[in-house]
């Protein structure tokens, strides 16, 4: 099959008739396609499948940039063509370890898809002869047969397994938020930890809305105040630099007010448990990141029976969403 009719073929994955989950299925099972398709291409190539190991926890978006770097290589006259090439998941993309047949390996990180092909070329590319007799001293190791032995991958594994412990992120921030009904407007901190390991996290929030006002000039003089955590799971997909969150979990708030009504205080405060859900994003590559988050939590039972502290007090708002911007340290 030519590189054009799996072209057509990758974009029949829009026409299968199936529900999302179908779908889904359809489109791995034609990623797998092109890559087999590139292996096959060639016999004498690093993308042949005696010498191209693809770890399968990798995330789909990986596989159709390396059925288009293999397609690159074979247009390449200097690239080993018995080099061994091993892809396996890393926490910000993938790592590439590359094994040519005089004994020389490397290993590298690769956090954009769009840099994978890159990356292919300058490890499999082999020097001119030209360059290789102006350098008499190159010490060359014996040549590895990976078949005899099944641990020359092992450094990656190792790599791998290092990849696979958790890691921690905080930060804080500073946020504004919507609250109704009625009407709330509120600012204040934030702060959050997360632990990941791989593309999984469990993120623990907390905010405090220390000011928080009516939109209503009837309760001017109100003073009301919301504390509240929640503890989320949920997914990082990277882009780049670019680093997204997506988490759903539950939160518990606490709210109160006061306020004074013909030289009399009435005051009070409750506690809800609510479902919340984050989307957060952090922007790039060092221990010290921007950080750019959006929030949102509802309580199932405040929207069917509003709650009210005491009759001189408006009602409490069951749901809110808000919006904040600040740092975070990450361990990389």
């Known amino acids: ?51 191209l190991e693809v770890d399968e926890h990798i995330d789909p978006v990986w596989l159709d940039a390396l059925a288009t770097a293999c397609e690159g290589l074979k247009r390449i006259p200097d690239v080993d063509p018995m080099a061994h090439v091993r892809v396996a998941p890393g926490t910000e993309g993938v790592l590439v370890e590359v094994r040519l047949t005089d004994g020389r390996a490397a290993l590298r990180r690769v956090r954009s898809p769009s ?33 005899a ?3 020359a991958a092992a450094p990656v594994r190792a790599d791998a397994s ?11 921030m500073l946020g504004v938020r919507l609250a109704r009904p009625p009407s709330y407007g509120s600012f204040g901190p934030a702060g959050f930890a997360s632990l990941r390991m791989r593309s999984w996290l469990l993120d623990v929030s907390m905010r405090w809305e220390a000011i928080q006002r009516p939109m209503k000039s009837s309760y001017g003089n109100l003073d009301m105040q919301t504390l509240a955590a929640s503890v989320n799971v949920g997914r990082r997909v990277l ?60 309580s199932p039972w405040g929207a069917r029976r509003p709650t009210r502290l005491d009759e001189a007090l408006p009602t409490l708002p069951s749901w809110s969403v808000g919006v904040g911007m600040g740092a975070a340290w990450a361990d990389r």
């Open 149 to 151: 032995h099944p641990s």
């Open 162 to 172: 290092k990849e696979s412990e958790i890691r921690m992120d905080v930060g804080a």
């Open 1 to 51: 099959m030519t590189d054009r009719s799996a072209a057509r073929g990758f974009l029949t994955t829009r026409h299968c008739g199936v529900p999302w989950a179908g779908w889904v299925a359809c489109v791995f099972a034609l990623h797998g396609f092109r890559i087999a398709e590139a292996r096959a291409a060639d016999p004498a190539s690093p993308c042949e499948a005696a010498r």
């Open 239 to 298: 882009a780049g630099r670019a680093a997204l969150d997506v988490g759903l979990g539950p939160s518990f708030v606490v709210q109160s007010q006061s306020l004074e009504v013909a030289n009399d205080e009435k005051a009070g405060s409750t506690s809800d448990l609510r479902l919340g859900g984050l989307v957060r994003m952090t922007l790039g590559a060092s221990r010290i990141r921007w950080v750019v988050g959006l929030d949102a939590d509802v």
């Open 115 to 147: 840099d994978l092909a890159r990356t292919l070329e300058a490890l499999l590319t082999v020097p001119p002869p030209a360059v290789l007799a102006r350098a008499p001293d190159l010490v060359k190791a014996q040549p590895i047969d990976h078949t």
